[in-house]
């Protein structure tokens, strides 16, 4: 049965109690405001689709401000601009809910135009509704983005100048260009055809969204008659006569019956899926593992090791795989890579502490255990090293010897050796095995077994280990 | 007791009309007409005029106001205080 | 559970799943990247919602639309985009919405560099956006409190309705130490004053506008409120070896750490120092400060940055004694060493003092 009485849509509250002034019944919109005429058609489809309490509107700044006096629906009230991201965000997380963002032309098309571009691409199954007054209305008259060439605002008191302010922006193409928009329509709150269209396209708009087929846009062309300085009639007339030239109406883009509706499922979780899914469940290790440490001489304890190379030499998986293999034996560990003013010309460095005590700092800038695989490491950090400390050097890449007589010095070929293993990239390896094998600060097995768990790649196991056992080799 | 309505109306609550005339401009057998009289906010408000009004719907959705028409159409079943409004 | 090596910023992410948070919104931005990275791949994991916003902008308002939602949200930053956050944490205070927001610092001012600082006290710790409104902010000095802290940020966030911050800086986020992690809590939905779409929630209105002025007024007073009461309950620090001290050193973040060998060395040497280290920087540790100050005679506040949390150590003392300030900042790194010269010629000083008095 077609409705027999057209009355104030149920959406509305039937007093606006939230309405500060004592008129808890009337809007505070001015005469012959548009924003009303569009309430209304909002209000009533929101009725008829039965959806109240799905709803969720977003409240822009600009007139409109204060949709929550008026519907009795879930608000959220935001930053000028923002309303497609906040709505967003709200739909995101609960995908059940119907959002509904209403934004002016200033906060949409000027402000926040980048989050309406934004939001429409990311296709969010969201319903906009864009009041197109082509003016600032709450500030007072001031230019709008959608200012037609020519027309007289307070910050265009000689008329919009197309070479100073530019031209109307026109969203509702502007939208329809992207891929993801299901439904673009223009449509304008005036005589009684353009709101029969504008009826329709209100109610589709949100149809769109509760049947889960992404993102709708509809712009309305809308009086303000004391912004224009017209009465409300002739102000409406200005939009058919004038306006729509320049703002044509009609459907932009509808793909409402082609798009595949899309089904929101939440997963639910246990607490032993969430670690699982974290990778904080221990994954492949079942039981820990107790390793036997080496004997340690007294010097070599508690190092603090700074290595350092050519960034691609797996300087910070040198680094990576002492600290695991720390952890392993249960030292205290820390690992920072390079960073800072440090990171210069290519070259990457880390510092690693393993320690039997707490590591207060982790950074390390007097190192007792320098590791370095290039020449300019060795130039920049050679005089850093603590005395009684020892450098370990790729002398297959650094040409020149170190000058320090007050640490010791060990001479590795690693790029070399490694090169004989089959590939230079396992240089990294055999500086790692030269360091444990002369220190024995390490066991070889829980160097094994940090390679397991820091390199995914498994393949390079096999050569990792042999690259380890040479350096180990040469050094003992 | 609750009757059908014989002939549509349209019923205008004078307190929440602001006088834009949108109404009036949009209403196409000219029932409607702006009063002389101010209502307590100080705008002239719409009236009908008693008669002729065939529920056609355009002013409602003309009204920025949410609640200032209310149309009645001809077969609806209203409450017999709201006939004698009519 | 055994612990796990781990990066500062993928502490981060975990710590903040095991807290209940499923949704992320972020932009990336060096040396914060890695938390976005790390919610991108883990966030849908756990049922949750990942999104790379178009701007810094548009993240913390995608954050406030979930906030807005009842869900635990966060997003993760570093200093030039948190400045572009500032206006939505205005917003998310004034309408009193929880969210966690990790912030890891780099050099400034403008483009600055991608080296560690600590030159966003002042904007994250004094507000940076408009009004009269506090964040709480947290400062972790390891990868296990880049967990832990964000773990415990979710939970403040939620008890005081307030937008709740992380304080890292790079060193603390690209950093790799061991990290034991805490037990999952299942997310949890307050709809008392949240929005969700349902009939439940349909009358709550989620606002920062109180137009007549009596009522934001009241608003900013029942907002003050809370800040003292997170004032009086909230405090965190760490205070160490300074019961005998004569010297006490105050950071935080990565500069606590240092500061920290800075004590274990200088004590070895027989010089009487300690180390507070706040570790809520709002609220501040106002009161342990003048509590320390009856025995300490000086101050050494040293950070990453040119002297921002000095002066809250300072208005903390209101003259009871003397600040000093050590700082470096565009990435450059004060070395234990470095600190413990100045130490020393503060002692010497004090030493000169007490033969002038004699």
Redesign the interface.
Known sequence: MATTILKKPSTFYEVFTRKPDADKINTHYCPGCGHGKLHKLIAEAIEDLGIQDRVIIINPVGCSVFLYYYFDTGHIQVAHGRAPAVATGIKRVHPHSIVISYQGDGDLAAIGGNEILHAANRGEHITVFFVNNAIYGMTGGQMAPTTLPGMKTTTTPRGRDIHNEGYPLKMAELIATLEAPVYVERVALTDAKNMAKARKAVRKAIQIQVEGKGFAFVEALSACPTGWGMNPPDAERWINEVMTKYFPLGVFKDISDKVEPVKFERKILTPEDIKKAIGIDGGEITQVKKYQRNTVAEKYKNPKIKIAGFGGQGILLLGLVLTQAGMLEEYHVSWLPSYGPEMRGGTANCHVNISETEIASPLVSIPTVLIVMNRPSLEKFERTVKPGGIIFYDNSLIDIEPSRKDVEVVAVPATKIADDLGSTKVANMVMIGAYIGYTGILTKESVFDALDMMVKRKEFNELNRRAVEAGMKFVM | MQVTLQKAFVKIDKEQCKGCTLCIETCPVDVLKISDRFNSRGYHYTEYVGDGCTGCGVCFYACPEPGAITVYKRGAIVDEEVLSEA | ?????MKGNEAV??GA??AGC??F?GYPIT?ASEIAEAAAL?MP???G?F?Q???E???I?????????G?R?MTASSSPGISLMQ??VS?AAG?ELPMVIVDVMRGGPGLG?I??EQGDYYQVVKGGGHGNYKVIVLAPNSVQEMCDLTYLAFDLAEKYRNPVYVLAD??IG?????VE?P??K?PQIDKTWC?????E?????????Y??PE?LEQHNLRLKEKYDRIKREEVRYEAYKVDDAELVLVGYG?VS??L??V??IMRGDGYKVGLLRPITLFPFPDEKIREIAKTAQVFLVVELSTGQMVDDVKLALNGMREVKFYGRC????P???EIIEQVKSIFEELEKEIEHQK
């Open positions: 559970m055994p612990k796990q090596l992410v975990r799943i095991l499923r949704a919104f040396p883990l994991e756990v049922g919602v999104i916003a178009e701007s902008v548009a993240a308002n995608m954050l406030f639309g979930a906030a807005s939602g869900v949200a206006e939505g917003y309408a560099n080296a560690p790079g060193f690209q950093m790799v130490e061991p992690f037990e999952p299942l929005v969700d779409g349902t009939a929630t349909r009358h709550n209105l989620i606002t920062s506008i137009l007549a009522e990565i750490r240092i920290k060998s004590v274990d565009g990435g450059m790194v070395s234990a060493e």
